[in-house]
C-alpha cells in the first residue's frame, strides 16, 4: 500500500524567507510524486512532479523540490516565500506497481507573514 | 481560471432531492476523477474514468451515481444523500497515456461545487 505523509500541520514563515514543506511517503514500487496547492473556495493546483531524472524538481512560482530516495521525501522548497504563498498544500503519491489512484498527504497550511 | 469547470459552484440540497453536479473540460483528457474533500483535509478520490469507461469506484455509496457521457463531461448524480455528504466535490481530468496508464500525469482540478445536505 502506498502512503504519504506531511509531519507539519501548519508552516509560519515570514515574507522573504525560505520555505520548505516536508513530505516522505512509502510505496512499493517507483513512486510518481505531486505537489499540489489550494487557495480557499479553489480547486488544487499543480505545482511540480517527479518521475524519474534528476533528483531536484522545478515547478510554478518559484517553488522547486527534492527527490531523496534513501530518505523517502520529497520536500517542497522555495527560496524566498511570498504573501500570497499562504495556502494549503498537498504532497501526493501514485505507486507506479499499485495502479493509477494518487494519495494524499493529509496537507500543510502555509502562513507567510508579511 | 481553471480549465475544469465545474456546476453548481453552490449547492444546496433536501435529503430526499434529486441533484446532478456537473464537469467539462476541453483539453482532450481522457481520465476523470470524482473526488470528495472535507474542510481541512486531502481529497479522498471516489471515482475514475478511462477513455468513458469506468475504472475505479473506491466503495462509494450507490447514492452517488457517476456517469460520463464522452470525453469532455463528468457528470455525479446525487439521490438520497445523508448530512455527512455535505462537503466540496472535486472533478480532476488528467492524459492517459494509452490503455489506463496515467500515472505519471498532473491531474487538473476544478474549483468543486460546495454542497450541503439539510
Known amino acids: 500500500a502506498q502512503s504519504v505523509a506531511q509531519p507539519e500541520d501548519q508552516v509560519n514563515v515570514a515574507e522573504g524567507n525560505p520555505l520548505t514543506v516536508k513530505c516522505t511517503y512509502s510505496?512499493?514500487?517507483?513512486?510518481?510524486l505531486f505537489w499540489y496547492v489550494q487557495y480557499p473556495n479553489r480547486g488544487l493546483q499543480f505545482l511540480l512532479k517527479?518521475?524519474?531524472?534528476?533528483?531536484l524538481v522545478k515547478g510554478s512560482y518559484g517553488f522547486e523540490a527534492e527527490f531523496n530516495k534513501s530518505q523517502t521525501s520529497f520536500h517542497l522548497k522555495k527560496p524566498s516565500a511570498l504573501v500570497s504563498d499562504s495556502a494549503l498544500y498537498f504532497c501526493?503519491?501514485?505507486?507506479?506497481?499499485?495502479?493509477?489512484?494518487?494519495?494524499f498527504g493529509g496537507g500543510t497550511r502555509v502562513l507567510v507573514k508579511p | 481560471d481553471t480549465e475544469v469547470t465545474q456546476t453548481p459552484k453552490h449547492l444546496v440540497m433536501g435529503m430526499t432531492n434529486k441533484k446532478s453536479l456537473k464537469c467539462e473540460q476541453h483539453m482532450g483528457h481522457r481520465a476523470m476523477y470524482w473526488y470528495k474533500q472535507k474542510a481541512k483535509k486531502p481529497p479522498e478520490l471516489m471515482f475514475v474514468y478511462s477513455y468513458e469507461k469506468l475504472s475505479i469506484n473506491e466503495s462509494v455509496p450507490s447514492r452517488f451515481s457517476p456517469e460520463c457521457p464522452n470525453s469532455s463531461l463528468l457528470n455525479l448524480h446525487l439521490h438520497a444523500l445523508q448530512p455527512e455528504d455535505s462537503a466540496l466535490y472535486l472533478c480532476?481530468?488528467?492524459?492517459?497515456?494509452?490503455?489506463?496508464?496515467?500515472?505519471?500525469?498532473?491531474?487538473?482540478f476544478g474549483d468543486g461545487t460546495r454542497l450541503s445536505i439539510l
Open positions: 480532476a481530468s488528467s492524459k492517459a497515456t494509452g490503455g489506463d496508464t496515467y500515472s505519471n500525469q498532473p491531474q487538473h
Open positions: 501526493a503519491v501514485r505507486d507506479e506497481a499499485a495502479g493509477n489512484k494518487l494519495t
Open positions: 510505496v512499493s514500487g517507483n513512486p510518481y
Open positions: 517527479y518521475i524519474t531524472g534528476d533528483n
